[in-house]
């Protein structure tokens, strides 16, 4: 299973990054298809998936409420380190890469792990997950931001972020069309199979694409510690708070390749847009996607 489930998700990172070092691809290239992944087909893959099932029983209250709290307290130790060992300029970057993970790579290997029901039970899971995820981001990074930089400009950040995220309205569609309709005509459900077809192709070369290796060597220390917290804090925190709470089955599963995920390429963008160290994220995004192999290993064998 680990290897089935694993090996196409970092084979198609690894040729991601080896057709940017060939110069097959290019950073046009790479930012084009993110924009199509994050506006159009992952929308749509997770309209189907969530809009085309029928619900289930399994996650609860319990289980959102056991993967929040496992954020939150990671959240807290990752703020009381950068107290003592990160700089105000590093603190947003550090702090996000401790706790922030990467959508494409979770539902991938949801996908090929768990199916159609994995891949509804960590599409809801992420549209639960990614405003608290983005308030907790920015709302670090404005504490510790540039002066220079605005109140309002960060505020707007905040705000454009929650209201405008197409992953949350995607989820969102999925949900109430899975409530009123439960299933899609035909012509529809095959456009929709189509469209996200591209969805993770597309995505888990741009993630391979967008490693770069230079930076790590002087951010390797703070990079390292980063991926400690969110490899294996969260992993260790949230399995003790999931089985106290009860969490078992699918939703447990789903909950703990969630925590093992590496850390996502989105830190790089807001680092840059609030003024924090844009060479610590990208290292930290390295060192993290990295180390997920051996942290998902563990999660998919053990749980």
Partial sequence: MVLDSLLPVFALILLGFLLKRRRITNDAFLATSDRLVYYIFFPA????????????????????????L??????????????????????????????????????????NAHGADGARTFGILIGVLIPVINVLAVSTLIWYADPGVAMGRRLGVTLRALVSNPLILACLAGLLYSRSLGAFPVF???????????????????????????????????????????????????????RAFGVAGLPLQVAMIFFALPTSTAIYVLSSQLKSDTLLASAAVVVSTAGSLASLSVVLLAV
């Fill in 70 to 111: 496992a954020l939150a307290v990671v959240y807290g130790l990752s703020l009381l380190y950068i107290r003592w060992r990160v700089g105000p300029y590093q603190a947003g970057s550090f702090s996000q890469a401790c706790y922030r993970f990467n959508t494409y790579i979770g539902m991938a290997i949801v996908i």
């Fill in 45 to 68: 893959l997770l309209f189907w998936k969530i809009g085309g099932a029928q619900p289930r029983d399994g996650a609860d209250a319990r289980f959102y409420l056991a993967v929040l």
């Fill in 188 to 242: 529809l459900d095959h456009l929709l199979g189509l469209a996200a077809s591209l969805t993770l192709p597309l995505a888990l070369l741009s993630i391979g694409g967008a490693l770069s290796l230079s930076h790590v060597r002087g951010h390797l220390p703070q990079a390292l510690a980063a991926a400690a917290f969110k490899l294996v804090l969260l992993p260790a925190v949230g399995y003790g708070l999931l």
